[in-house]
């Protein structure tokens, strides 16, 4: 799912964009530095909204679902990490495989292996939200990290099922379940 700035501006002039601390209603608060995102292929500039709660008087960054918070990587590149690394291999031939330092992607690894099981919930309810038919009845691997990854790649397809998402499975995952940081966003009635 694209979104975009022109779409984000005329949400925040419309008061529909929501504090995720209180639920208030954001609005313009300036830009943050522009920063660079290292894709797949390339970098990609980007130069988020800033934007404050009237509520709580919170500020916030609005970043695009393909910016993970506080990376300078993709979540397309960190996606390809998390997925290689449920398959089994380990940070060193995972950095090689990408282009990336070892150490960019063992912090990747360790920081979602800590979240591995909110994730998984996180993503298990998305995905019963989308989808009532959609049970998980898979039975553990053993690792709480392949485990979430299936849990995130159930609820993207729930998402491109039944809601017609066209947002790639990791942008769907930064912006539901925060994948490495921010907190997850439970469906509604949860």
Known sequence: MIVEPEMVEADLAAGRL???????????WGFARERQVRMREGIRS??????????????HVLLPAWAVPRRRDSAEVIGAALLDNARGLGHRRIAARLGRPPGTVRGWLRTFARRAEQVRTTAGRWTHAIDPSELDQRRPSGSPVA?????????????RLRL?????????????????????????GF
């Not at 929501?18 to 313009?28: H, I, S, T, V």
């Not at 130069?47 to 709660?53: E, G, K, L, V």
């Not at 990854?149 to 159930?154: E, F, K, N």
């Open 18 to 28: 929501r504090c995720p601390a209180c639920e208030g209603p954001l609005a313009r």
């Open 46 to 59: 980007v130069r988020p909204r800033r934007a404050c709660c009237q509520h709580c008087e919170t500020t």
């Open 147 to 159: 485990d979430a990854v299936d849990a995130l790649g159930r609820m993207a397809r729930a998402c």
């Open 164 to 188: 017609r998402m066209s947002a790639s499975p990791w942008e769907l995952a930064v912006t539901l379940t925060g994948l490495l940081y921010g907190r997850p966003r439970d469906p509604p």
